[in-house]
């Protein structure tokens, strides 16, 4: 029985080999937040002329992580990018699909940009008004309600007197995750965190949940569509990725958070209220049968490419400090898994 068992592995992984082996380009899949750092990276590495260009589609990352847990093998991605970190119940779906062996990669540095046209007047908000415009309910003299406000003045006088319409990120969305996290749970009221854990329920979850009449508009997971739409709609903001911001200073800008703009150095040092890193991550398995994972890998993250010199800053990566680069440089170099248990 046991001789049986191992026939039987073998001949999956002469398979898996043989099956791999007919593809002869790089699949990524993941983050529409990575993806303009991931096409810049395959195109370049591309033209290098040992391998094809990697072939990208942007997902979003929880539609990326799907697809590449859901198994080893030609019909799945080899890397998907991510804008947050993969999260647990995604470890434990790699795990159920054997992909067991995961290469985590930081990327650099982003921030999200609140942003809306240049034509209109420049904006400050602090973390709690953006969390009452777009929360599902909020606290009004004690007591939680469905989100009353309309315009932005109902949320404090100081503000304009505009009906408030934000394009927001699917709930696939890493950049929705990271919105969820650094803004609707640190912006969420003492008040509304009080009354929600006296109901017994998980104040962090409810504080993430987005109204749904109307003034917050899924936008989808295209940037480019959400930074159209704000360029022709002075009134309507949005939230993406700094390099959407960087590459599109002609349509849009962005507005500042507790009074403080985004910036290449206040993301980097997370003095800018919205910073956060981003991620690839890569099927170890698929390395040595699918062509160049590991030569792109090393492309990746070169000093040429994200270095804080290299040409991935100049459309709107923050790269990472000098000791965090080592460590991640040494992870790529050294193909070094992470503990997905």
């Known amino acids: 029985m046991k001789k049986l068992n191992i026939i039987l592995s073998v001949l999956v992984l002469l398979v898996f080999a043989s099956s791999v082996q007919a593809r002869d380009q790089i699949k990524i899949v993941g983050s529409s937040t990575v993806y303009p750092y991931a096409t810049v990276v395959a195109e370049t590495f591309g033209k ?17 992580m799907k697809l590449f847990c859901a198994g080893v093998g030609t019909q799945h991605p080899d890397i998907t990018n991510a804008s947050r970190a993969i999260k647990s119940k995604e470890k434990a779906l790699c795990e159920k699909n054997g992909v067991t062996e995961i290469i985590e990669i930081v990327v650099g540095n982003d921030g999200i940009a609140f942003a809306h046209s240049v034509n209109a007047p420049d904006a400050d908000f602090t973390k709690e008004q953006l969390w009452r415009a777009l929360a599902h309910e909020v606290d009004v003299d004690g007591k939680l309600v ?18 408030i319409e934000i394009l927001v990120a ?4 890493g950049t929705r995750d990271a919105w969820n996290s650094l803004v609707m749970g640190k912006g969420c009221s003492k008040a509304a965190k009080s009354l929600y854990e006296a109901d017994g329920k998980k104040a962090k979850k409810e504080c993430a949940k987005m109204r749904e009449d109307g003034y917050a508009v899924e936008a989808g997971e295209n940037d480019t569509l959400i930074v159209q739409k704000l360029a022709s709609n002075p009134d309507a903001f949005g939230f993406f990725g700094y390099s959407y911001l960087v590459a599109n200073k002609d349509k849009i800008k962005a507005s500042a958070i507790n009074g403080v703009e985004p910036s290449l150095e206040g993301i980097q040092d997370y003095s800018y209220p919205i910073a ?14 699918v062509p160049g994972i590991k030569e792109f890998i090393k492309a990746f993250t070169s000093k040429k490419a994200m270095g804080s010199n290299g040409y991935l800053t100049d459309i709107g990566l923050v790269p990472l ?4 680069y080592k460590i991640v440089r040494t992870a790529a170099t050294e193909l070094q898994v992470i503990n997905i248990k």
Do not use: C, M, Q
């Not at 699917?170 to 969305?173: F, G, L, Q, R, V």
């Open 146 to 163: 469905a989100n009353p406000y309309k315009k932005w003045s109902d949320i404090d006088s100081s503000l304009p007197s505009k009906k």
């Open 48 to 64: 290098g002329g040992k391998f094809k260009t990697p072939v990208i589609e942007s997902t979003g990352t929880g539609g990326g």
């Open 170 to 173: 699917p709930p696939t969305s």
């Open 321 to 324: 400090a000098k000791d965090k």
């Open 276 to 289: 956060r890193p981003l991620f690839f991550y890569v099927k170890k398995a698929h390395i040595g049968v």
